[in-house]
């Protein structure tokens, strides 16, 4: 049995500079998301907390797919961003009605 391995061409720098800049972008919207999560957590806002975290997820999820290069995967990201704006929802509900404010 043989296995096949795709030769990909090696990126040129322009390529290179262009996914360092699309990072950096992602990375940057990421951290801004989650500075208003954390506030809106902390003062309870779930809205604002579903909204960053399914936003963060999505982010989290595109870049691990572009990283991966995996295909038909839009029911995992669904799965994932989903799971991370309910998860912070829940999370308030469980922090304000088990342990308090």
Excluded: C
């Excluded at 989290?60 to 995996?70: C, G, L």
């Amino acid at each position: 049995m043989e296995i096949k391995v795709e030769d990909k061409e090696k990126p040129t720098f322009k390529q290179k500079v262009k996914e360092f800049f699309v990072f950096l972008s992602i990375q940057l919207v990421l951290y801004i998301l989650l500075v208003i999560n954390f506030r809106a957590i902390s003062q309870g806002g779930y809205t604002v907390t579903v909204v960053t975290d399914f936003s963060v997820a999505s982010f989290q999820f595109f870049v691990i797919k572009k990283i991966a290069d995996s295909s038909e995967s839009a029911h995992q990201w669904a799965g994932y961003a989903i799971g991370g704006g309910l998860g912070g929802a829940i999370g308030i509900w469980i922090s304000q009605n088990w342990v308090g404010h």
